[in-house]
């Protein structure tokens, strides 16, 4: 994965060892730095403004969400948005996690070029992933709220979650650790890895599927 977009370390699963197995399977547990547009060195960046990487059963997408055009808070470019949507509609049989800087509060940075594409602000990315049941999580920077923001309702949604931009702003500064309840179908996410009182976010599992061996190894997505 792209560094300066973010950067996903992955951490150890725990194993359950107790006779008899706990309902609760933890499936994914990492790290996710996201970048910060004032740590760059200049505007633009080379490369792609998207990255994907699989965590086990679970994939990361992040994006550059700075506005090269300027403007209050961040967003996304046409390329991006449909980068977006073309990811989540081939990740089926996986958890997604989306990571930028902006949150759908702050990515209200409407500014374009002459010919530019109008960008796609907050509500319209909000709106993309409601649409995509395997998303469960929307980790951003400049959400700052402990307990994060719901997105949908009790059937289905997903959770914006505080991120942090240089690794040490609680609560994620500890890692995010997703994890399963097959009895009743709940997928339980955990911040503040370091702390017995860390929050906890629960959402329906959208997948409601057994994680097979094939998933629990890391390594880079292919951008489709």
Known sequence: MNEWIARVMPLPVRVDVLSPPSPVQ??????LRIGSPQARLGARMPGPRAAAMDVG????????????SGGVGGSFDSDQALWLVRQLDSTKDRYVVVASHDSSLTMSSDASGPGEPARVLGPEVSSILLAHSSVIAWVS??????AGRRHGDVSHGCWEL?????GRDAPLAGGLSVSVRADRRMLIMRGALGSERGPVWELRDPLGTAVTEAHRAV???VPQ
Do not use: K, W, Y
């Open 162 to 166: 505080p991120g942090s931009t240089d």
């Open 26 to 31: 933890e499936i994914a547990r990492f790290r």
């Open 219 to 221: 390594q880079p997505a």
């Open 141 to 146: 920077g400049t959400m700052h709220h402990r």
């Open 57 to 68: 059963p679970l994939r990361v997408l992040a994006f550059d969400s700075a506005n090269p």
